[in-house]
């Protein structure tokens, strides 16, 4: 489904670029440029999205307010810095709002993103959903994760998702290409309400979705991820996703079963990961101690509980072959597998 678009006519000139780039690439499609408010009332429900410049008189609060209320979705243009012009878009509820120096790709994305989406049919039963957390630092995360999904898929449909928006790592880790991404996957589902095989890559037994590593473009955004995660669920037995660091939204955390917390053991990782848990919501993790000495490793776990209050459900001591089978792009060590057998059972 063809985004439908609605702009606000503006001397500025993110308006008449846009127009230019949606007739140039058809990524989405211009069905009205509107000279004042009751040119979009009129056509309201032939418009997914409006575009407004704060610049414009008539886009006020009380306007954008009106527009949502007939299920448009408005993403408001002020001039970069200007601060009262952007709290005003933000004021009158748009669903975004962006500096009109925006790069054009990056606001068609955005236009994409905020659409409506259409209405998912989900079956009777619905798939767990795991997702894999840690601290900054690279605890393994990334590592983790493969793990889990291929222990999974030998008996269950499973998928993992690259949902580390900030440093996607999937496709370099598995050696496989960047495209197509979870961007492509999560476009898909707003637009159809699934996605298809054209958006994931089989990896051994489990499929794949890979991060996004578009220079310039923004992320998929947290409503978004949590829709694809939702129709990956209807799909598959078992969705796994590689979070990494970043701080799980409010939308996300409602789509998710279980939480694995990838620990590093070494006094740094504990103490980082001590810090995850002190200010976690959601629910209780799992704990994974990654990278452990075999000398040390009855310490490390008291650590860990001592620090962090949980019991870990796996430790994974630190070998050679491990760091050689992620730098080469091959898949986890047979060991490293087995040590996470017990993952996504109830803690």
């Not at 949502?68 to 200007?82: A, Q």
């Not at 598995?174 to 707003?190: E, S």
């Not at 310490?299 to 620090?307: I, K």
Request: proline share 7%.
């Amino acid at each position: 489904m063809t985004v439908r678009v609605a702009t606000v006519l503006s001397a500025r000139e993110w308006e008449p670029s846009l127009v230019a780039h949606a007739r140039d690439t058809a990524s989405i499609r211009v069905v009205l440029r509107a000279f004042q408010p009751r040119d979009i009332e009129t056509h309201a429900s032939e418009i997914d999205v409006i575009v407004a410049g704060a610049e414009v008189a008539w886009v006020t609060p009380h306007q954008i307010t009106t527009w949502t209320r007939l299920g448009c979705s408005v993403i408001g243009i002020h001039p970069p810095g200007d601060g009262p012009s952007a709290s005003l878009l933000e004021l009158g509820g748009a669903t975004e709002v962006l500096p009109d120096n925006v790069d054009i790709a990056a606001l068609v994305q955005a236009i994409r993103f905020v659409a409506p989406s259409a209405a998912t049919s989900l079956p009777g039963k619905r798939g767990q959903v795991i997702a894999i957390v840690g601290a900054r630092g690279a605890p393994g995360c990334t590592e983790v994760a493969c793990s889990v999904a291929m222990t999974h898929s030998h008996d269950s449909k499973t998928v993992l998702v690259d949902a580390d928006l900030s440093a996607p790592s999937l496709a370099v880790r598995l050696g496989v290409a960047p495209r197509p991404d979870i961007t492509d996957a999560a476009d898909m589902v707003r637009s159809e309400g699934t996605f298809d095989r054209s958006c994931v890559r089989a990896v051994g037994r489990m499929d794949v979705i890979t991060g996004s590593h578009r220079t310039g473009e923004p992320p998929v955004r947290a409503q978004m991820l949590a829709g694809l995660v939702e129709a990956a669920a209807s799909t598959y037995e078992i969705v796994v996703l590689d979070v990494g660091s970043n701080p799980l939204s409010d939308t996300l955390l409602d789509a998710i079963d279980s939480v694995v917390l990838v620990v590093e053991a070494s006094p740094v990782g504990i103490v980082r990961a001590a810090r995850t848990t002190s200010d976690w919501f959601g629910p209780t993790p799992q704990i994974v101690v990654n990278k452990a000495r075999a000398h040390n490793r009855n310490e490390t776990v008291v650590a860990v509980r001592r620090w962090t209050g949980l019991d870990p459900i796996a430790v994974i001591t630190d070998r050679p072959k491990v760091r050689r089978n992620a730098a080469t792009g091959r898949l986890p060590d047979r060991s490293f597998v087995k040590s996470l057998a017990k993952i996504g059972t109830a803690p």
